[in-house]
């Protein structure tokens, strides 16, 4: 085979591989039922990013987090309302806890599911999570439930 021949080969070869880009490019449009030259990259701001709902471990108890402190009388079954989706993070902050050194910390119990451990630091998360289904969730703290240390999620569409 000649230079010239050589050149012709190659060339074939790049015109079907055009060919097929191209096709399978109209394939894929075809099957989006939207025109090739009416689809279009969206240039509006993207959706509104939900806030981290946050809740505190304090005085054996779970509630806001921007409440100064847990009351032992209030939030025994502190419930929080979040959308689908939405971050919840609890957050330990109990020097209460702090204030026994048998006192083992906090942790984040779901039926089902449990948290990754005790935590006893302050500032530290104790539970990271992200419902994605609708529904009432109850969880407690394994050490502290029968002193109150339990709460309730409320997870709605919007």
Not at 131 to 142: L, S
Request: proline fraction near 2%; include cysteine.
């Amino acid at each position: 085979m000649n230079r010239s021949a050589v050149l012709h080969v190659v060339l074939d070869m790049r015109r079907s591989r055009q060919v097929l880009v191209a096709a399978c490019g109209l394939a894929f449009a075809a099957a989006t039922n939207v025109p090739v030259l009416a689809q279009t990259h969206s240039t509006s701001a993207p959706a509104r990013a939900l806030a981290v709902k946050k809740i505190q471990a304090d005085n054996f108890r779970w509630c806001k987090a921007s409440k100064a402190s847990c009351s032992s009388t209030e939030d025994t079954n502190h419930r929080t309302h979040v959308v689908v989706g939405q971050k919840i993070k609890w957050i330990y902050r109990d020097t209460a806890c702090d204030a026994y050194s048998i006192c083992p910390g906090h942790n984040v119990t779901f039926s089902g599911r449990h948290s990754a451990g005790d935590t006893r630091m302050q500032g530290a998360v104790i539970y990271t999570t992200v419902f994605h289904k609708t529904g009432t969730y109850n969880y407690w703290c394994t050490h502290h439930k029968s002193e109150g240390m339990t709460g309730r999620i409320v997870v709605t569409k919007s």
